[in-house]
Nanobody, 128 residues
């Protein structure tokens, strides 16, 4: 499985921006579909965004659509989450994740059980 390390989290005021990065190990990064999930205190982990192995298809949760952008650079083994117009309700630990099964991912890209590798998470805090 691929190893994932997130970075880029921090404290930002409402309306601000952050860019999260997720560096993956291994030579097969381009074969994985990637996703971002988040978990706020006392809440379940929720889907944020996903991108397919080539970067040609992206999906977003309704709550972040139009504000967040997921992208990937397969040459750098990295996936990004650009977050703009941040709101206090975006406060959470953000996790990067990788899915190896293309068939399963196409059917359930927003289900955390689709993904087999997870990073340690990075904290994003948005102050009002």
């Amino acid at each position: 499985q691929v190893q994932l390390v997130e970075s880029g989290g921090g404290l930002v005021q409402a309306g601000g921006s952050l860019r999260l990065s997720c560096a993956a190990s291994g030579r097969t990064f381009s074969s994985y579909a990637m996703g971002w999930f988040r978990q706020a205190p006392g809440k379940e982990r929720e889907f944020v965004a996903a991108i397919n192995w080539s970067g040609t298809s992206t999906y977003y949760a309704d709550s972040v659509k139009g504000r967040f952008t997921i992208s990937r650079d397969n040459a750098k083994n990295t996936v990004y989450l650009q977050m703009n117009s941040l709101k206090p309700e975006d406060t959470a630990v953000y996790y990067c994740t990788a899915a190896q099964s293309r068939t399963l991912w196409v059917l359930a890209y927003n289900n955390h059980e689709t993904y087999g590798s997870w990073g340690q998470g990075t904290q994003v805090t948005v102050s009002s």
